[in-house]
């Protein structure tokens, strides 16, 4: 049986809440699968004795080749098909991976497992965003992709701190099969008691079924220049996000001597607290600050973001772990403000049949800049450090990707801000 109200295709608050809910859980597992494998990498590094480079590479682009590849299709026929469904079955796909990845006899091996991760979460993400803007209208989307992007957080959180003690007391190998299992059954779950929203119900718009193909939405999208920057700005973000998520609690164990155990516990549980903090914060006050004037909103998160990269400085130069991962809570939680708002506003700017796309499209730039390239930056440039500061070469190379990457990124969605309002008018506009 699904949660949901007769006749019109209209939805109960309970059953948007048990949605968004369950697409929130969802994306929870996505992180745990998806993270995990920084909290798992020393261990890793240590079993097969390859090079950053090479954990950066596992990191990044093994998963995000087809991540962001397949994306793209798997998006247009979100924009035709089931939704539900269609994040059910890649829910199912990407948890088995997970699970394969603890049988991998060697990198190469493990890397095809995270591979296969990536060309199942390719079907999660635009669906899920088409979904919550059909539940939510515009001025309650960013609190709605908010507490949707919590699930990150939670995902974080649940991988440092089991991945942790799992290393440290069972093995990597079985960290992965403890993830991947339970998807599978939360992938029934959410195919038997989830139903599939109205297009255009929010916002009590008439979904004329036309379809649109990947170019089209894609002009669409570079005719606004708020798209462009949200985009780039978001981008640049997670290139610096990916980076700290992959390679953080390797620069704690090499500078300051913590063990995968302690990591795990005290990393996990701040990330969890501050992103989220981050995620739910930044969506409440877009709402807030941009009630009546979305301009206003792009220039907050502008702000939160140059504010927290003036503590990165002193996060990375400190010598005392315990005040490293006190200080890493305020810039964690400013970074992450963005996010939520940049899915809202370009769910915002698309129609109604170009929702998963445009959201396809967004998270293309974000992955490429952001998997595709931040670990694999982060480690090539730790491996070219080391030749001058030896064990203290992931400090820099995290600390120079940190100074360089925050005020461009605020930039963008300063400039952005200018063009908002009129791309929002032009909402349909082709």
Known sequence: MTLSESGGGSLSQTARRYTLGLITAVYVFSFIDRQIL????????????????????????????????????????????????????????WSGMTALSGVSANIVQLALARIGVGVGEAGFAPPAHSMIADMYPPERRGTAMGIFTSGIALGITIAYVGGGWMAQNIGWREAFFVVGIPGVLLALVFRFTVTEPRRGLSEDRVDDGEKHGVMHVARYLLQRKSFIHLSLGAGLASFMGYAVLSFFPSFLVRSHGLNLQEIGIYLGLIIGASTGTGFIGGGYLSDRIGSGNQRRSLQAIAGMLLLGWVFVFPLYLAKSAYLVIGLFFLPSALSNTYLATTF????????????????????????????GFGPLV?????????????????????????????????????????????????????
């Open 344 to 371: 809202a506003q370009v769910q915002s700017l698309a129609g109604l049949r170009m929702r998963s796309v445009a959201s396809a499209l967004l998270l293309l730039v974000i992955n490429v800049l952001g998997l």
């Open 378 to 430: 982060a480690g090539f440039l730790s491996d070219y450090l080391a030749l001058e500061f030896g064990n203290e070469s992931m400090r820099y190379s995290l600390l120079a990707i940190a100074a360089i990457t925050g005020p461009w990124t605020a930039w963008h969605f300063f400039a952005a801000s200018r063009h908002i309002e009129k791309d929002l008018a032009r909402v349909g506009e082709i």
């Open 38 to 93: 920084a909290i798992l990498l020393p261990a890793i590094k240590d079993d097969f004795e390859v090079n950053d480079w090479v954990l950066g590479f596992l990191a990044g682009p093994a998963f995000a080749i087809f991540y962001v590849t397949l994306g793209i299709p798997i998006a247009v026929l979100a924009d035709r098909w089931n939704r539900r469904n269609l994040i059910a079955l890649s829910l199912t796909i």
